[in-house]
T-cell receptor, first 113, second 113 residues
Framework: DQQVKQNSPSLSVQEGRISILNCDYT??????FLWYKKYPAEGPTFLIS?????DKNEDGRFTVFLNKSAKHLSLHIVPSQPGDSAVYFC????????????FGQGTILTVHP | DAGITQSPRHKVTETGTPVTLRCHQT?????MYWYRQDPGHGLRLIHY???????DKGEVSDGYSVSRSKTEDFLLTLESATSSQTSVYFC????????????FGDGTRLSIL
């Protein structure tokens, strides 16, 4: 039972354009959502997060949107840069769960110069 | 970078042998986690710890045990390794409350032949 899903295994965009990565979840108890970026041979790096009391959070070129009614979140990267090429994971946690995260399968983003 | 060190970084071993992976942190964080990353599955939680000698099972705990005798060290043991446990293993930590993002080590690539 995959509670967090990233249905696009890969995404290819041109440098300077917008990248939009999507994530869907099924567990209505999730109340905090995160995006991580991962380069090969390294651990995931925290990128941005959003609480369920918000519908948008921005940090520089990165914006996360949360649609609770649709149980959907998305990460927008504007403008995309070649250094953004990596695997992106969305993750969720909820309630008194000792911070345990449930991850999606990941989306490979490739930004072409 | 969060002070997380995983050892070894790579290991090749045979089916049926015991294996122990170590996670060491210098942040004095309360929460520590072990995940495995496999293609098509993202990261899945194996075990976690919410304090010294306080541990619990995650989503994929069968065949694994953990121990935490000091705040800074969290050990993952495969009592009798199987080929299905070939994976990349990541340790993560999070801060004084479980709502802070987790920060990850650089992983251990484990191959069981």
């Amino acid at each position: 039972d995959q509670q967090v899903k990233q249905n696009s295994p890969s995404l290819s965009v041109q440098e300077g354009r917008i990248s939009i990565l999507n994530c869907d979840y099924t567990n209505s108890m999730f109340d905090y959502f995160l995006w991580y970026k991962k380069y090969p041979a390294e651990g995931p790096t925290f990128l941005i997060s959003i609480s369920s009391i918000k519908d948008k959070n921005e940090d520089g070129r990165f914006t996360v949107f949360l649609n609770k009614s649709a149980k959907h979140l998305s990460l927008h990267i504007v403008p995309s840069q070649p250094g953004d090429s990596a695997v992106y994971f969305c993750a969720a946690k909820g309630g008194t769960s000792y911070g345990k995260l449930t991850f999606g399968q990941g989306t490979i983003l490739t930004v072409h110069p | 970078d969060a002070g997380i060190t995983q050892s070894p970084r790579h290991k090749v071993t045979e089916t049926g042998t015991p294996v122990t992976l170590r996670c060491h942190q210098t942040e004095n964080h309360r929460y520590m986690y072990w995940y495995r990353q496999d293609p098509g599955h993202g990261l899945r939680l194996i075990h976690y710890s919410y304090g010294v000698k306080d541990t619990d099972k995650g989503e994929v705990s069968d065949g694994y045990s953990v121990s935490r005798s000091k705040t800074e060290d969290f050990l993952l043991t495969l009592e009798s390794a199987t080929s299905s446990q070939t994976s990349v293993y990541f340790c993560a930590i999070s801060g004084r409350d479980s709502n802070q993002p987790q920060h990850f080590g650089d992983g251990t690539r484990l191959s069981i032949l």
